[in-house]
């Protein structure tokens, strides 16, 4: 609830379904949601950090270091598109159950209703999603992905000056 950026709008206290919270951070970036996931599977975003330190050099990623799991930029915390396009690549392959998840238009929770940033789905034929992001210091940044033929496509974009210019790009 404490989290700043975009949020889900988690009532203090209340239980949440875990398929609300996947859906609150694909869809809605809910810094709240990876909180309360994080602290559910780890017992703390400190813990979850450093699992997903492991998880990341166990997948290659090796210039990727986590210190939070919302991606709020704090010093060390830091990925690289090669990184970031990696990890989407296994999501994909290693948990297709959940993907649908991240080419869901909107998502309302709380009576909340928010869309999905992802300016490829609906435009880009085969478009399917994956994650929007936005930082002070990294810009917007979009990882994107589409399936046309068979073939899976993965974008991973960042550093750009607004969201009109990362859906242009």
Do not use: C
């Not at 809605?28 to 699992?51: H, I, M, P, Y």
Request: glycine share 10%; aromatic share 8%; net charge neutral.
């Amino acid at each position: 609830w404490k989290m700043e950026g975009s949020k889900m709008f988690i009532k203090v206290g209340s239980k949440v379904k875990v398929e609300d919270l996947i859906r609150g951070v694909a869809i809605q970036s809910g810094n709240d949601a990876t909180v309360a996931l994080a602290e559910g599977l780890a017992g703390s975003e400190a813990e979850f950090a450093e699992r997903m330190n492991l998880r990341a050099k166990e997948l290659g990623m090796n210039d990727s270091h986590f210190m939070n799991a919302s991606g709020w930029p704090v010093p060390e915390h830091y990925s690289t598109p090669r990184d970031l396009a990696t990890l989407a690549s296994r999501m994909v392959t290693d948990f297709p159950e959940y993907y649908h998840y991240f080419g869901e238009k909107d998502f309302t929770y709380n009576k909340i209703r928010q869309p999905n940033r992802d300016p490829l789905l609906g435009k880009l034929p085969g478009a399917d999603g994956i994650k929007t992001g936005h930082t002070d210091i990294a810009g917007y940044g979009l990882i994107g992905s589409a399936k046309r033929d068979g073939r899976r496509l993965i974008l991973v974009i960042n550093g750009l000056q607004s969201e009109k210019e990362r859906a242009e790009e």
